[in-house]
């Protein structure tokens, strides 16, 4: 019996496709790219079959992402130079969400004339490649209200990668407006470790290389604390105190798994890279119900060195998380138990 | 990681000839997967009977349901041209390569500064399509031999600017006060021979273009030298393999069963690359820069050789 069957037979999606990232019982920095689309199976279930990822959160994801635009216009940029790009995006976004999800939307093209027809919206729409006066918002900023991924795109020049265009309202400790304009090197400048090791300029190498005919993908993590999509600098006063305040009874509610699944694509037009941030929370009683995830997890958060739980945002409060973890999991473990009673 | 390209069967839809020594072939899909669309400034590769040549393609980036390639009669060349002027006709299948993005027009650039001297045009066909729907501003400085212009059709284009030379001469002449004249973030663009490539970058050099403005792309390669003999170990497969005079270290790995890509033959294109883990390459290509040659690790095997008597490659 594997220990699959040991589950309940009706996981929701969110936990069946949950894109569990650890391979293994430790989590270091590396370029872990791989060819995209293809089915990731996990313990119960599996995810990757698609680029675009339509789930249980869609309406209520776009409509937070209004508010937040409506807040704070820049969460959306595109660069003057950028606007090709974001057409690119435009187009390759929507085919990407007809491809994983025919029951629902429909993609025509003839010349520069696309229909777009979203069900789960009641979204029709027909608009001109290049006219921006045919859709409601600037193009980056109206395909992020069909999607629920961010969206980044770089400018490849003088032998390096630049962040000139994005829609993220999602960002996981980080600021869109902060970074706009910077080189792929100099905004990844805060990530610890992976300097001295040579991960970033082999990874910029990597996505400078990459064709339209192949996407690829690779997976981040954090923690966050409540189901909060928008973990960005801005909000910071919002959301930070919540690390410090957090109490070990609130771990398995309020403490989310938070999974980014990164897919990197080359614009076929423009040139421009393409980056989707695809955020996923799990709630850590949810993990539990796969206890191979809890324990992994466990295992992973607690041996992450200082600086790189630091750098996540989660050294004041893992311990909390670990150890509320290790009860449950023993309080799950029927040998255990016995034992205990 | 470049993952093969795999190749499309397009049936010939159409054929013109402009003038009598340029032919325009317009391909379809033949089967039922689309074309895709491409990057501005894209050339393919087309399976000519034994050869296989790179071609620009000259129609709009967005259109997908036709590509359009301009082939010069290249008289005394390997024969690909002479292929697809004499043996193909309307309807015939040829087997293609996807579009591979060699030449794409800087994004950044407040302003184009396009120039091109003979079948050197064909990439800007592509920019000046995708320029006209972006609004990009672009100049196009085009020189060509004779009075006949078998690429008319871009002064139609909407936005075009275009200033036609006849004779390498009259180019040179305009040159210094066309490159003096370029507003601030303007970039350059030159394709044609690489004689007349050097002459203009060179000459943008020295009246302070800046090196990341400056944008070409040859249209002739170099000549592979016979060179001396000498060895390849492969490091990954194990192989060791004589490379004799007059064979190219692509050939001698190919002939191995090594599926080295490759492209253009003349040390141009850079797809077949090859890291090099011990030896000395001898240079011979116009693809890796300066500080890339010097420091010995990569080598393109369709044109470059050994310094000495070995090579250990990364293959």
């Known amino acids: 019996m594997t220990p699959a069957d040991l589950l309940p037979q009706t996981l929701p999606a969110r936990i069946a496709r949950f894109p569990f990232p650890f391979p293994r019982d430790e989590y270091r920095y590396t370029a872990n790219v791989q060819p995209a689309p293809a089915f990731e199976p996990t313990v119960v279930g599996g995810w990757g079959d698609t680029v675009v990822e339509v789930d249980e959160h869609y309406l209520a994801e776009l409509e937070e992402r209004a508010e937040i635009l409506a807040e704070d216009p820049e969460r959306s940029i595109t660069l003057p130079h950028m606007k090709a790009a974001a057409w690119d995006a435009v187009l390759y976004t929507l085919q990407g969400f007809a491809d994983a999800r025919p029951d629902v939307a429909r993609l025509s093209i003839d010349g520069d004339r696309v229909r777009w027809e979203n069900d789960l919206l009641n979204t029709a729409i027909e608009f001109v490649v290049g006219d921006e006066s045919t859709l409601p918002l600037d193009p980056l900023t109206w395909v992020g209200t069909q999607v629920q991924e961010d969206i980044c795109l770089l400018d490849q020049r003088e032998g390096h990668l630049w962040l000139d265009a994005g829609l993220v309202t999602f960002a996981a400790d980080w600021s869109l407006a902060f970074d706009i304009g910077m080189s792929f090197l100099e905004f990844h400048g805060p990530v610890p470790r992976v300097h001295e090791a040579g991960v970033m300029p082999a990874a910029e190498q990597f996505l400078m290389r990459l064709t339209p005919e192949q996407a690829y993908r690779r997976t981040n993590w954090t923690l966050t604390i409540d189901r909060r999509m928008d973990v960005s600098t801005e909000k910071y006063d919002v959301w930070g105190k919540d690390r410090r305040l957090l109490t070990l009874e609130e771990v398995g509610e309020r403490v989310h798994l938070r999974v980014e699944v990164q897919h990197l694509v080359r614009l076929p037009v423009s040139g421009a890279v393409m980056f989707y941030i695809r955020s996923s929370m799990l709630p850590m009683h949810e993990l539990l119900l796969v206890p191979e995830w809890a324990a992994r997890a466990r295992a992973v958060i607690e041996e992450l060195p200082e600086d790189m739980a630091d750098y996540k945002g989660i050294a004041r409060y893992r311990h909390l998380v670990v150890q509320w973890l290790d009860a449950q999991l023993e309080a799950d473990d029927p040998q255990s138990a016995a034992e205990a009673a | ?315």
Not at chain 2, 166 to 173: C, I, K, N, P, T
Not at chain 2, 244 to 266: I, K, M, N
């Open chain 2, 1 to 315: 990681m470049t993952a093969a390209a795999v190749p499309l069967t397009v049936a010939v839809a159409g054929i013109e000839e402009p003038t009598s020594d340029v032919r325009t072939l317009r391909l379809v899909s033949a089967t039922s997967a689309p074309l895709s669309p491409f990057a501005p400034g894209s050339n393919i590769e087309v399976q000519c009977g034994e050869r296989r040549n790179a071609y620009s393609l000259i129609g709009d980036p967005r259109d997908t349901s036709q590509y359009a390639i301009s082939v010069l009669r290249v008289a005394d060349g390997s024969g690909g041209s002479r292929f697809l002027h004499d043996e193909v006709r309307r309807g015939d299948l040829l087997t293609i390569s996807p579009p591979k993005s060699a030449f794409a027009p800087p994004a950044a650039a407040r302003h184009h500064l396009l120039i091109a001297a003979g079948i050197g045009v064909t990439p800007f066909l592509s920019y000046a399509r995708a320029f006209a729907r972006t609004g990009a501003s672009y100049e196009l400085h085009y020189v060509h031999r004779a009075r006949q212009d078998p690429h008319a059709g871009l002064l139609g284009l909407p936005g075009a600017a275009v200033r036609r030379y006849v004779g390498r001469e009259s180019l040179a002449a305009s040159l210094p006060e066309l490159l003096d004249a370029a507003g601030v973030g303007t970039h350059l663009s030159v394709c044609g021979p690489p004689a007349m490539i050097d002459e203009v970058l060179d000459l943008a050099r020295t009246r302070g273009w800046p090196e990341h403005r400056l944008h070409s792309e040859r249209f002739v390669g170099v000549e592979a030298p016979a060179g001396e003999p000498f060895t390849a170990r492969l490091a990954r497969s194990g192989q060791t393999i004589a490379i004799p005079s007059g064979t190219s270290l692509l050939d001698a790995v190919r002939g191995a069963g090594v599926d080295l890509p490759y492209l253009c033959r003349q040390g141009v294109c850079g797809e077949c690359k090859v890291r090099v883990l011990a030896g000395t390459p001898a240079h011979h290509d116009l693809h890796l820069t300066s500080a890339q040659k010097a420091a010995g690790d990569l080598v393109m095997a369709c044109v470059s050789r050994c310094e000495g008597d070995e090579l250990e490659l990364d293959l």
